[in-house]
């Protein structure tokens, strides 16, 4: 089974519509992410979390909500989804301690707003 | 904040060449400087890191130096397989962007037999 599980993995909706991706990992990582992935542009980080009681904002995160619900599980919502929110979003985890950065990402889930 | 900048794609070779990805960043601090490679249809993992100036990271036969004085860390494999067929992403973390990292757009390669 993957360290990190991303559900769903492909998802279709339609504009205005409630959406959430959720997240899950085995790792014991205490800080988790959710980038998204748009062709040409690489990753933007949406939000991050160091623990359940931190959460702060990334460089994309209008129209985004998330909830830290445990230390295993981290869930990003778009309230009402728009054409443009259309990408693939990746689910990550890092542990707390140093510098070292090194990301562990889920396979993505694929979402695509009509 | 952070940023990092990758040469333009898509790059095409062909089994056994020499490949160069160029990458570049700014940062305030010190960054520790990052290559992720993307499968097809598989999220990033981690290729090779260096943490500190002059610092070689290296892995699967892909190597790429930390050089401080031009800010950059290019990526270099001195002779491609098909296998090696993947998007690249350059990052860096750390310096005064705590904890996160940053991305590139990324590079695609596509090796032929």
């Known amino acids: 089974d993957a360290d990190v599980t991303q559900t769903p993995r492909n998802r279709i909706t339609k504009t205005g519509k409630r959406i959430m991706l959720e997240c899950s990992q085995t790792?014991?990582?205490?800080?988790m992410y959710w980038y998204r992935q748009d062709p040409g542009l690489g990753l933007r980080l949406i939000y991050y979390?160091?623990?359940?009681?931190?959460?702060n904002k990334g460089e994309i995160s209008d129209g985004y909500s998330v909830s830290r619900q445990a230390q295993a599980k981290f869930s990003l919502s778009l309230e009402s989804a728009i054409p443009n929110q259309t990408a693939l979003y990746f689910c990550?985890?890092?542990?707390?301690?140093?510098?070292?950065?090194?990301?562990?990402f889920g396979e993505g889930s694929r979402l695509t707003v009509l | 904040g952070n940023s990092v900048t990758q040469m333009e794609g898509p790059v095409t070779l062909s089994e056994e060449a020499f490949l160069t990805i160029n990458c570049t960043y700014t940062?305030?601090?010190?960054?520790?400087l990052f290559w992720y490679v993307q499968y097809p249809g598989e999220g990033l993992q981690l290729l090779l890191k260096?943490?500190?100036?002059?610092d070689k990271g290296s892995n699967k036969g892909f190597e790429a130096t930390y050089r401080k004085e031009t800010t950059s860390f290019h990526l270099e494999k001195g002779s491609v397989q098909v296998s090696d067929s993947a998007v690249y992403f350059c990052?860096?973390?750390?310096?005064?962007?705590?904890?996160?990292?940053?991305f590139g757009q990324g590079t695609i390669l596509t090796v032929h037999p």
């Open positions: 990550a985890t890092s542990v707390a301690r140093g510098l070292t950065g090194e990301l562990f």
């Open positions: 790792k014991g990582h205490d800080r």
């Open positions: 979390s160091f623990d359940v009681k931190d959460i």
């Open positions: 940062a305030t601090g010190y960054p520790s």
């Open positions: 260096a943490t500190k100036a002059d």
């Open positions: 990052g860096n973390a750390g310096g005064t962007s705590y904890g996160k990292l940053t």
